[in-house]
């Protein structure tokens, strides 16, 4: 039974960094109608940014990690919507698609060729160490991890419910039209919504690299990962990607340890397959939403 | 009466049975694996560029189709894992089948709702079928794969030689191609191209999108089956990592960066993406970066690819000949 609320939690905390990768995807593809494949590299990246600054740059950690964030939300968010989603947008959903893809690709390569191959140890941000609550013991960092991704989505949560601009970005969402004419800056809030975007990734980044090392093939994993939590939980709002994401965490962890370890990767896939064949719009979505 | 594009035809035709001939064994192997991988990317293109619906899986029907291929025509083994040592000609149709019946289930659900689900159920497919092969070593040889699958032997023609075998595939491409023009011409073939060019009006007409794309989609994975079962007795090596998800990724790009819902685009494609890196080999590792941003780069300021980029030249060095400018406003609506 402590076995089990071990696994349990540590389930949960990864599934909450999963989850801040998927608000990510959910966001971008309420805002500009685009399945961003290369939302897993998105997370991969920023750790990198991190250590360029810290070994390149000589800057102490927490000015890299302000560094990595800044880039991040300039390369990801800014970049990213100017050259690739702006100039594609036009063409229709299938180019921008693909475009993700062949970027997904260059990302990875480039950090291979340009940082290294080999999987680079990565700063723990979060303090180490457990407590041992009735025989149960509780990581810190887990608690740490669930604690720092609760803070961003209750912040993001409430930005966009209850400030003017974050209304704004849902009315863009929901429907652009209506939204330009009662004089909602459409372009400004996709543009904000990319660098949302950018910051949700790179924190997702900061918190999980730790875990997995950095490489520069992370983002396969992640991404799917993203994909998988956000469809599971409901395309088109941000709670669903945050259960999606606090589920698959919890039933990785959970495969992982009692029912098989080769599989383990396999388990999200399914059910993914399982929630498009019986409920499409997701386990909390409504059907109702827009469609593509 | 020979008209252009026959004439075309018949030069390229002509070009691919010069093409090997005193060229060494490397050269022949890479010709045989353009003419291989255009099958499967010509095969990609009836979902993409036809129905307009991305796969990710076409690696994962490759894998179908040379697995299938593999177990079916290796020698039965006293140990370890062995086939039952059929002849090709009974294991192609039988792999091709599999690829079209598991093309069939996956597509059906995922075709059910509106929107790009279709890439994520092939996304994840292709990621199981990575997973079992590799874990399924009773079956598949796990990680070390399977190893020295016979080549084809007609009698009077044995494909053992590596000049003789691009022969025999090149034999095959020609037919998969007429199989192809038979098919786009055929009434489902204009069905799948009136999908392309308006699937609102195709469907007022009274096609059934699902039901054309579903089997747009299942035929275009019988291209990938019968691309695998040709790539085992070509490579005679096969393994989990001939089939991850990348090489979906580079069969997809294949298909955009020849031009998705031309005929022959997927050819050029292939060629560009089988072909390049061995020009490009002075750039060592920089390739697989040169080429995706290449795409990217393409996408954005061509985005019906290479044949339609010799379109915009050709139009551009012909100012006179407009074809239906109207069409361009039509095609926005």
Same mark, same amino acid.
């Given at each position: 039974m402590e076995q089990f609320f071990q696994v349990l939690l540590s389930g949960l905390a990864t599934g909450s960094i999963y989850a801040l990768a998927a608000i990510g995807f959910t966001l971008i593809w309420q805002a500009a109608q685009t399945v961003n494949f290369a939302q897993g590299e998105f997370v991969m990246l920023p750790a990198f940014f991190l250590l360029a600054g810290m070994h390149f740059l000589g800057m102490p950690f927490w000015m890299a990690l302000i560094f990595g964030l800044l880039l991040a939300v300039f390369v990801l968010g800014f970049l990213f919507k100017r050259v690739l989603v702006d100039p594609l947008l036009k063409h229709g959903g299938l180019s921008l698609i693909i475009a993700t893809m062949a970027l997904a690709i260059l990302m990875k390569e480039s950090v291979k060729e340009f940082y290294s191959a080999e999987a680079q140890p990565f700063p723990e941000i979060v303090p180490n160490g457990s407590w041992d609550i009735s025989g149960v013991i509780v990581s810190l960092t887990d608690i740490s991890h669930l604690f720092i991704s609760a803070v961003i989505v209750i912040g993001l949560q409430l930005f966009l419910n209850r400030t003017r601009t974050g209304r704004c970005m849902q009315a863009t969402a929901q429907n652009p039209g209506v939204a330009e004419i009662l004089g909602v800056n459409v372009k400004r809030m996709v543009l904000y919504t990319f660098?949302?975007?950018?910051?949700?990734?790179? =924190?997702?980044?900061?918190?999980?690299?730790?875990?997995? =090392?950095?490489?520069?093939?992370?983002?396969?994993? =992640?991404?799917?990962?993203?994909?998988?939590?956000?469809?599971?939980?409901?395309?088109?709002?941000?709670?669903g990607a945050l259960a999606g994401g606090l589920l698959i965490g919890v039933l990785d962890n959970m495969t992982a340890t009692y029912i098989t370890a080769e599989y383990r990767q396999a388990v999200p896939l399914l059910l993914l397959i399982a929630v498009i064949l019986f409920r499409p719009q997701g386990l909390l979505g409504t059907s109702e939403g827009r469609e593509a | 009466?020979?008209?252009?594009?026959?004439?075309?035809?018949?030069?390229?035709?002509?070009?691919?049975?010069?093409?090997?001939?005193?060229?060494?064994?490397?050269? !022949?192997?890479?010709?045989?694996?353009?003419?291989?991988?255009?099958?499967?990317?010509?095969?990609?293109?009836?979902?993409?560029?036809?129905?307009?619906? %991305?796969?990710?899986?076409?690696?994962?029907?490759?894998? %179908?189709?040379?697995?299938t291929t593999a177990l079916l025509t290796l020698p039965p083994a006293e140990d370890g894992v062995g086939g039952l040592g059929l002849h090709w000609l009974v294991a192609m149709p039988i792999s091709v089948f599999a690829a079209f019946v598991v093309g069939l289930i996956i597509g059906f659900p995922a075709l059910r709702v509106k929107g790009h689900f279709l890439a994520f159920v092939t996304l994840a497919f292709t990621t199981l079928t990575f997973l079992v092969l590799r874990n399924e070593d009773w079956l598949t040889?796990?990680?070390?794969?399977?190893?020295?699958?016979?080549?084809?032997?007609?009698?009077?023609?044995?494909?053992?030689?590596?000049?003789?075998?691009?022969?025999?595939?090149?034999?095959?491409?020609?037919?998969?191609?007429?199989?192809?023009?038979?098919?786009?011409?055929?009434?489902?073939?204009?069905?799948?191209?009136?999908?392309?060019?308006?699937?609102?009006?195709?469907?007022?007409?009274? $096609?059934d999108t699902r039901r054309i794309t579903l089997l747009a989609f299942a035929?275009?994975?019988?291209?990938?089956?019968?691309?695998?079962?040709? !790539?085992?007795?070509?490579?005679?090596?096969?393994?989990?990592?001939?089939?991850?998800?990348?090489?979906?990724?580079?069969?997809?790009?294949?298909?955009?960066?020849?031009?998705?819902?031309?005929?022959?685009?997927? $050819?050029?494609?292939?060629?560009? $993406?089988?072909?390049?890196?061995?020009?490009?080999?002075?750039?060592?590792?920089?390739?697989?970066?040169?080429?995706?941003?290449?795409?990217?780069?393409?996408?954005?300021?061509?985005?019906?690819?290479?044949?339609?980029?010799?379109?915009?030249?050709?139009?551009?060095?012909?100012?006179?000949?407009?074809?239906?400018?109207d069409m361009d406003k039509g095609a926005q609506l």
């Open positions: 660098l949302i975007n950018g910051v949700l990734a790179a =924190l997702a980044s900061f918190l999980i690299t730790p875990v997995y =090392l950095a490489k520069f093939s992370n983002g396969e994993y =992640l991404g799917l990962i993203a994909f998988i939590a956000a469809i599971v939980g409901g395309f088109n709002q941000i709670r | 009466m020979m008209t252009k594009r026959n004439m075309w035809l018949l030069a390229g035709l002509i070009a691919l049975i010069l093409a090997p001939l005193g060229q060494g064994n490397y050269v !022949v192997y890479t010709l045989c694996s353009w003419l291989i991988f255009s099958m499967a990317a010509m095969g990609l293109n009836l979902t993409l560029g036809y129905a307009g619906q %991305i796969s990710l899986a076409q690696s994962a029907f490759m894998a %179908i189709g040379a697995y040889g796990g990680t070390y794969g399977l190893v020295g699958m016979p080549r084809p032997d007609f009698g009077f023609f044995n494909t053992g030689k590596q000049l003789r075998f691009y022969y025999f595939t090149l034999a095959v491409f020609v037919v998969f191609c007429l199989l192809m023009w038979g098919i786009i011409r055929s009434p489902w073939g204009r069905a799948f191209k009136a999908l392309r060019e308006n699937s609102i009006r195709a469907e007022s007409l009274g $096609v035929i275009g994975s019988a291209a990938g089956g019968l691309a695998g079962s040709l !790539v085992a007795p070509l490579v005679q090596f096969i393994e989990p990592g001939s089939f991850a998800l990348v090489h979906s990724l580079k069969m997809l790009l294949m298909v955009v960066v020849g031009g998705a819902g031309f005929f022959f685009g997927p $050819v050029i494609g292939a060629g560009v $993406v089988i072909l390049m890196p061995e020009f490009l080999r002075f750039t060592e590792g920089y390739y697989l970066m040169i080429y995706a941003a290449t795409v990217i780069v393409l996408i954005i300021f061509c985005p019906k690819g290479l044949i339609g980029l010799g379109e915009i030249i050709r139009n551009k060095l012909r100012k006179d000949k407009k074809v239906r400018g």
